[in-house]
């Protein structure tokens, strides 16, 4: 069984969650039930520190100590796991495959029904060591069983934010007017990127200037893929030519897998890398390239500078 970061993120679905941020406890207070007596909502949140604290350790043992024997789990494939061994068995293999990857919790809502169920509700994330992150959507339900709160039953579903500005936060550097000088400084080629759809989506133009004239126009629409969680992106250009690409955080950088086709039907593709300097520029490279299966040599690095206003 392969474990992605996508089901790795529904793993920490099962935690008895508690808020990190003390905004966080606030919005748990509030959405408990006045019925909640407190002394159990803090062994709740006790449990929650130990799973914490056992998810960044890789303890998947201590983890499946906090599931009952007969737990349930369903991913958000669908495909579900039975019993504490079980879970256990896929925490270890997560572990195994990914380690080193930290959780961040955000609860939406606590309800308790009754003196011993509670079942809770929040979105979850994961990231791992390079920089990938993932987020999805849980519902948990927590027994009382021989006096200590034990989750029973988890499912996971995916995370669908009101706006997607928060996924696309770590391009939000990219706002603002770039441009990239020729060696022998015989053309421009200028870039904006701008917010739009409501902060959805981030929509970049280019233009290549020589004598004053635009000489070759296009554009790229970024996004966040919700099924796939994943940044991804569509390209074009005024002749006709589009592509689809998919964005990938290692470290600083981001890489970029890119394919295309031209108005004359040719097939390209890819790998871009845009590696920060600092606020104010950036490099940006093309290597691993194709033109219809053949291998093309890759592009030097180009440093690309932001801008500034006019004051």
């Not at 808020?19 to 709740?44: F, H, L």
Request: glycine letters at 8%; one cysteine or more.
């Amino acid at each position: 069984m392969r474990v992605n970061w996508t089901r790795l993120t529904g793993l920490i679905f099962g935690i008895a969650v508690m808020s990190i941020a003390a905004s966080g406890r606030a919005q748990d207070k509030a959405a408990t039930t006045t019925a909640a007596p407190s002394a159990d909502e803090k062994a709740i949140r006790v449990t929650a520190d130990e799973f914490v604290k056992a998810f960044n350790a890789g303890d998947a043992k201590t983890i499946g100590a906090e599931w009952s024997a007969d737990a349930d789990y369903t991913d958000e494939s669908g495909q579900d796991f039975h019993g504490r061994a079980a879970i256990e068995a896929l925490y270890a293999q997560m572990f195994k495959e990914h380690p080193g990857g930290t959780v961040t919790v955000k609860i939406d809502s606590i309800r308790f029904f009754g003196p011993d169920v509670a079942v809770e509700k929040g979105v979850a994330s994961v990231k791992s060591p390079k920089g990938e992150s993932s987020a999805a959507r849980y519902t948990v339900v927590h027994a009382r069983r021989d006096g200590k709160w034990i989750m029973v039953d988890c499912k996971d579903s995916p995370y669908v934010s009101a706006a997607d500005s928060d996924v696309l936060k770590d391009l939000e550097w990219l706002i603002g007017e770039w441009k990239i000088d020729s060696p022998d400084k015989s053309e421009e080629r200028r870039i904006k990127f701008e917010w739009v759809a409501g902060r959805n989506f981030i929509k970049s133009n280019y233009n290549v200037i020589k004598d004053g004239k635009a000489t070759l126009t296009g554009g790229q629409i970024i996004g966040w893929h919700p099924k796939h969680a994943q940044i991804v992106s569509m390209h074009f250009d005024a002749n006709g030519g589009f592509g689809n690409d998919t964005w990938t955080k290692d470290g600083s950088k981001w890489v970029i897998d890119a394919s295309g086709v031209f108005r004359d039907g040719s097939e390209t593709t890819a790998v871009n890398i845009i590696t920060p300097i600092d606020a104010n520029s950036f490099t940006w490279q093309s290597v691993k390239r194709t033109l219809d299966g053949v291998k093309l040599p890759d592009t030097p690095a180009v440093k690309v500078t932001r801008i500034q206003p006019a004051k």
